[in-house]
């Protein structure tokens, strides 16, 4: 039923190491956007992006960074992990006209840096 | 202060219950609205849209007040499955990115 994906669902990773977490959409839409989310508190917008080659940093100040070379497809990078990043991280993406503005959510990843 | 503000609860009801939530946004000029719902640990999802004139899915209802910029969610015959958390969203600027609400967390109880 979903078509926005996010992988993978749930990581666990060491201190230092490179991340990337994928998100993709089927729908065609231009806007896509990261949240992180910590269990019980609100959303943060991180990164967004309006269009292919298009990225803009969020509300939420976030060592991670985002590229967008493919209308589908809009990965979140952390270079170098640490347990400050451990949360869960929300993708979305939004159509055009007014029926559509709403979010589509992907499931999101759950990632914890031990 | 926030551009969209809810009371955070918990709301704690019975089933069968009616519950309101309120939402006041900050910006006059925005023009979605929307309520969507979070479970525990998921992703947040799409509830309902809200219209100028007020609108009705099943038990529930949504109103919006542009003059007081208020946004409302009842919910009526509260069911166990309804204990979640309600995000109010508003939208902002030309592109409509959406702003979220902290959210009001919803506990129905038997």
């Known amino acids: 039923e979903a078509d926005i994906y996010q992988t993978p669902r749930y990581l666990v990773i060491g201190t230092g190491k490179k991340i990337t977490l994928e998100c993709s959409q089927t729908?065609?839409?231009?806007?896509m956007y990261w949240y992180q989310q910590d269990p019980g508190m609100e959303l943060h917008l991180i990164h967004y992006?309006?269009?292919?080659?298009?990225?803009e940093k969020g509300d939420l100040s976030s060592e991670s960074t985002v590229s967008r070379i493919r209308t589908e497809h809009f990965p979140l990078t952390l270079e170098s992990a640490r347990p400050s990043h451990t949360s869960q991280y929300l993708c979305?993406?939004?159509?055009?006209?007014?029926?559509?503005?709403?979010?589509?959510f992907g499931s999101g990843t759950r990632l914890t840096v031990v | 202060r926030k551009e969209v503000e809810q009371d955070p609860g918990p709301f704690n009801v019975p089933e069968g219950a009616t519950v309101a939530f309120n939402c006041t946004y900050s910006?006059?000029?925005?023009?979605?609205f929307f309520w969507y719902r979070q479970d525990c640990r998921k992703e947040p999802k799409l509830l309902m849209s809200?219209?100028?004139s007020g609108n009705e899915d099943g038990r529930f209802t949504a109103q919006l007040n542009r003059a007081s910029q208020y946004i409302s969610l009842l919910i009526r015959d509260s069911k166990l499955s309804d204990s979640a958390t309600y995000l109010c969203?508003?939208?902002?600027?030309?592109?409509?990115?959406?702003?979220f609400g902290a959210g009001t967390r919803l506990a129905v109880h038997p």
């Open positions: 729908m065609g839409h231009d806007k």
């Open positions: 809200v219209y100028s």
């Open positions: 910006n006059s000029a925005s023009q979605s």
């Open positions: 992006s309006y269009g292919v080659n298009s990225t």
């Open positions: 969203v508003v939208n902002i600027g030309g592109y409509n990115k959406l702003i």
């Open positions: 979305a993406s939004q159509g055009t006209g007014i029926a559509n503005y709403g979010y589509t």
